[in-house]
Nanobody
Framework: QLPLVESGGGLVQPGGSLRLSCAASGFTLANYVVGWFRQAPGKEREGASCISASGGSTNYADSVKGRFTISRDNAKNTVYLQMNDLEPEDTSVYYC????????????????????WGQGTQVTVSS
Protein backbone atom coordinates (compact mmCIF):
# COMPACT_ATOMS: atom_id res chain seq x y z
CA GLN A 1 0.00 0.00 0.00
CA LEU A 2 1.38 3.36 -1.07
CA PRO A 3 1.60 5.97 1.69
CA LEU A 4 -0.02 8.67 -0.46
CA VAL A 5 -3.29 8.38 -2.36
CA GLU A 6 -4.43 10.87 -4.98
CA SER A 7 -8.05 11.36 -6.00
CA GLY A 8 -10.20 13.82 -7.88
CA GLY A 9 -8.99 13.33 -11.42
CA GLY A 10 -11.30 12.93 -14.38
CA LEU A 11 -12.41 14.27 -17.73
CA VAL A 12 -13.15 17.97 -17.97
CA GLN A 13 -13.75 20.41 -20.80
CA PRO A 14 -11.29 23.22 -21.54
CA GLY A 15 -11.88 26.07 -19.14
CA GLY A 16 -13.23 23.74 -16.48
CA SER A 17 -11.98 23.01 -12.97
CA LEU A 18 -10.96 20.05 -10.88
CA ARG A 19 -9.72 19.67 -7.33
CA LEU A 20 -7.20 16.95 -6.63
CA SER A 21 -6.64 15.54 -3.17
CA CYS A 22 -3.58 13.84 -1.73
CA ALA A 23 -4.21 11.89 1.45
CA ALA A 24 -1.50 10.35 3.60
CA SER A 25 -1.71 6.98 5.25
CA GLY A 26 0.47 5.85 8.11
CA PHE A 27 2.40 9.06 8.66
CA THR A 28 1.78 12.69 9.58
CA LEU A 29 1.79 14.68 6.39
CA ALA A 30 2.08 17.94 8.36
CA ASN A 31 5.80 17.23 8.85
CA TYR A 32 6.50 17.16 5.13
CA VAL A 33 6.75 19.39 2.13
CA VAL A 34 4.33 18.14 -0.51
CA GLY A 35 4.73 18.55 -4.23
CA TRP A 36 2.32 17.94 -7.08
CA PHE A 37 3.85 16.58 -10.25
CA ARG A 38 2.43 15.63 -13.61
CA GLN A 39 3.51 13.39 -16.43
CA ALA A 40 2.07 13.35 -19.92
CA PRO A 41 2.63 10.39 -22.28
CA GLY A 42 6.14 10.42 -23.67
CA LYS A 43 7.25 13.28 -21.45
CA GLU A 44 9.25 13.57 -18.25
CA ARG A 45 7.57 14.05 -14.92
CA GLU A 46 7.46 17.76 -14.10
CA GLY A 47 6.76 19.71 -10.97
CA ALA A 48 3.54 21.69 -10.92
CA SER A 49 3.44 23.04 -7.38
CA CYS A 50 4.90 22.73 -3.91
CA ILE A 51 3.69 23.66 -0.43
CA SER A 52 5.77 23.94 2.72
CA ALA A 53 5.11 21.80 5.78
CA SER A 54 3.36 24.65 7.55
CA GLY A 55 1.46 25.72 4.44
CA GLY A 56 2.96 29.18 4.74
CA SER A 57 4.77 29.18 1.40
CA THR A 58 3.98 27.81 -2.02
CA ASN A 59 5.66 27.56 -5.41
CA TYR A 60 4.25 27.04 -8.87
CA ALA A 61 5.57 26.19 -12.28
CA ASP A 62 5.15 29.04 -14.74
CA SER A 63 2.81 26.89 -16.82
CA VAL A 64 0.22 26.69 -14.02
CA LYS A 65 0.78 29.94 -12.14
CA GLY A 66 -2.42 31.91 -11.75
CA ARG A 67 -4.61 28.88 -12.58
CA PHE A 68 -3.64 26.29 -9.95
CA THR A 69 -3.73 26.71 -6.17
CA ILE A 70 -2.11 24.33 -3.72
CA SER A 71 -3.32 24.14 -0.12
CA ARG A 72 -3.24 21.78 2.81
CA ASP A 73 -5.41 20.78 5.73
CA ASN A 74 -3.04 19.21 8.21
CA ALA A 75 -5.88 18.24 10.50
CA LYS A 76 -7.15 16.02 7.67
CA ASN A 77 -3.67 14.90 6.66
CA THR A 78 -4.47 16.03 3.14
CA VAL A 79 -3.07 18.36 0.49
CA TYR A 80 -5.17 19.76 -2.35
CA LEU A 81 -4.54 21.10 -5.82
CA GLN A 82 -7.31 23.33 -7.15
CA MET A 83 -7.03 23.53 -10.92
CA ASN A 84 -8.97 26.21 -12.76
CA ASP A 85 -9.14 27.30 -16.39
CA LEU A 86 -7.83 23.93 -17.48
CA GLU A 87 -6.26 23.57 -20.90
CA PRO A 88 -5.72 20.50 -23.09
CA GLU A 89 -2.01 20.85 -22.34
CA ASP A 90 -2.78 20.08 -18.68
CA THR A 91 -3.75 16.53 -19.61
CA SER A 92 -1.46 14.26 -17.57
CA VAL A 93 -1.27 11.80 -14.76
CA TYR A 94 -0.94 13.86 -11.60
CA TYR A 95 1.12 12.62 -8.67
CA CYS A 96 1.66 13.95 -5.19
CA UNK A 97 4.88 13.38 -3.31
CA UNK A 98 6.23 14.13 0.16
CA UNK A 99 9.66 15.28 1.27
CA UNK A 100 11.00 15.58 4.82
CA UNK A 101 12.44 19.01 4.07
CA UNK A 102 10.37 21.75 5.64
CA UNK A 103 10.37 24.36 2.88
CA UNK A 104 10.01 24.44 -0.88
CA UNK A 105 13.53 25.37 -1.85
CA UNK A 106 14.72 26.08 -5.37
CA UNK A 107 15.06 22.30 -5.76
CA UNK A 108 11.35 21.67 -5.29
CA UNK A 109 10.73 20.48 -8.88
CA UNK A 110 13.36 17.75 -8.58
CA UNK A 111 11.74 14.35 -8.10
CA UNK A 112 14.77 13.00 -6.25
CA UNK A 113 14.11 15.01 -3.08
CA UNK A 114 10.75 13.30 -2.51
CA UNK A 115 10.64 9.98 -0.71
CA UNK A 116 6.97 9.07 -0.79
CA TRP A 117 4.74 9.01 -3.87
CA GLY A 118 1.18 8.21 -4.72
CA GLN A 119 -0.07 6.09 -7.60
CA GLY A 120 -1.30 9.04 -9.63
CA THR A 121 -4.67 10.23 -10.90
CA GLN A 122 -5.52 10.88 -14.54
CA VAL A 123 -6.63 14.34 -15.60
CA THR A 124 -7.92 14.69 -19.15
CA VAL A 125 -8.89 18.05 -20.59
CA SER A 126 -10.82 17.66 -23.82
CA SER A 127 -13.93 18.86 -25.54
Amino acid sequence: QLPLVESGGGLVQPGGSLRLSCAASGFTLANYVVGWFRQAPGKEREGASCISASGGSTNYADSVKGRFTISRDNAKNTVYLQMNDLEPEDTSVYYCAASIIQRCSSNWPKTTIYTSWGQGTQVTVSS
